[in-house]
Nanobody, 129 residues
């Protein structure tokens, strides 16, 4: 069974930077998936922050544009999220997720949320003011 394992969360002051990593276990064909980062605050819906294909094509939410950068290393089966100029409202549990990139010959980018089939366990990011 493929698993996604996030790391890199923690406590950071407002204005600071933090990097997250998400490694897929062996047997995961990185090129077959769109990789994404979501975040969730208790009581609120899960929010997609960014996603990336292996082409690469990237997508960012309005809240992430200009401050967050998603990247990937297919050789390491790892996707990264670099976050800068962090704000207290960025405090959340951050999740890595994977969605099949193609259905037949059609590339689905960015994927609808319900296409994400594999999820990591989440990592807490706390931004203090």
């Amino acid at each position: 069974e493929v698993q996604l394992v996030e790391s890199g969360g923690g406590l950071v002051q407002a204005g600071g930077s933090l990097g997250l990593s998400c490694a897929a276990t062996s047997g995961f064909l990185f090129g077959d998936y769109i990789m994404a980062w979501f975040r969730q605050v208790p009581g609120k819906e899960r929010e997609e922050i960014a996603c990336i294909s292996t082409h690469p094509i990237t997508y960012y939410s309005d809240s992430a544009k200009g401050r967050f950068t998603i990247s990937s290393d297919a050789a390491k089966n790892t996707v990264y999220l670099h976050m800068s100029n962090l704000k207290p409202e960025d405090t959340a549990v951050y999740y890595c997720a994977a969605a099949p990139a193609y259905q037949g010959d059609t590339l689905y980018f960015p994927p609808a949320t319900d296409r994400y089939q594999i999820w990591g366990q989440g990592t807490q990011v706390t931004v203090s003011s």
